[in-house]
T-cell receptor, first 116, second 113 residues
Framework: DTGVSQDPRHKITKRGQNVTFRCDPI?????LYWYRQTLGQGPEFLTY????????KSRLLSDRFSAERPKGSFSTLEIQRTEQGDSAMYLC??????????????FGPGTRLTVT | KNQVEQSPQSLIILEGKNCTLQ??????????LRWYKQDTGRGPVSLTI?????NTKSNGRYTATLDADTKQSSLHITASQLSDSASYIC????????????FGTGTRLKVLA
């Protein structure tokens, strides 16, 4: 499978616990994005990486959220001290830096987080 | 404020019928507009992308139109199939950076046999 993959697909956690999600982008895609999507809404931008550099963070990304892309390949999104309001689908997308395909973002299947 | 609004919020049609989904946007500067299909519990998949100079783009039974003057787009689905049941999301890219995506809330389409 050469698409964007995310792990886990589903995560149920208790309020106050920490969770970490992983995203593996399409090989050689320099750009990587994280989004959050709540039920009935479109995805909301969280953060953007170009290679290993985190170039932009949304105001939605509170201090409890941190994202990394240490080697410019896979990325992790960690949520500390989860709250019920964090329950959502977390989507990862990637795109190349140049060429016509750079206009597209290719999305992974998402990680569904439920905080009880 | 950059916004993308879609209508209707939800739609139910019979298999074989056509339908048209609407998207109005107030995004500046405008770069491109795309329509995504999102099946329940899955990530969005791109259907079409249009730049400022394009006013129609087809992908099989899907045809998207863009009127950059009125800032409106539509997605027309011809001869609907059960597999078309999904959310359709209009996304506008602002500026030259592809990460500046403004998403609509989507239209949830259900096709009945």
């Amino acid at each position: 499978d050469t698409g964007v993959s995310q792990d886990p697909r589903h995560k149920i956690t208790k309020r106050g616990q920490n969770v970490t999600f992983r995203c593996d982008p399409i090989s050689e895609h320099n750009r990587l994005y994280w989004y959050r999507q709540t039920l009935g809404q479109g995805p909301e931008f969280l953060t953007y990486f170009q290679n290993e550099a985190q170039l932009e963070k949304s105001r939605l990304l509170s201090d409890r959220f941190s994202a990394e892309r240490p080697k410019g390949s896979f990325s992790t999104l960690e949520i500390q001290r989860t709250e019920q309001g964090d329950s959502a689908m977390y989507l990862c997308a990637s795109s190349p830096l140049s060429g016509r395909a750079s206009y597209e973002q290719y999305f992974g299947p998402g990680t569904r987080l439920t905080v009880t | 404020k950059n916004q993308v609004e879609q209508s209707p919020q939800s739609l139910i049609i019979l298999e074989g019928k056509n339908c048209t989904l609407q998207c109005n946007y107030t995004v500046s500067p405008f770069s491109n507009l795309r329509w995504y299909k999102q099946d329940t519990g899955r990530g969005p998949v791109s259907l079409t992308i249009m730049t400022f100079s394009e006013n129609t783009k087809s992908n099989g039974r899907y045809t998207a139109t863009l009127d950059a003057d009125t800032k409106q787009s539509s997605l027309h689905i011809t001869a609907s199939q059960l597999s078309d049941s999904a959310s359709y999301i209009c996304v506008v890219s602002a500026g030259s950076g592809t990460y500046k995506y403004i998403f609509g809330t989507g239209t949830r389409l259900k096709v009945l046999a």
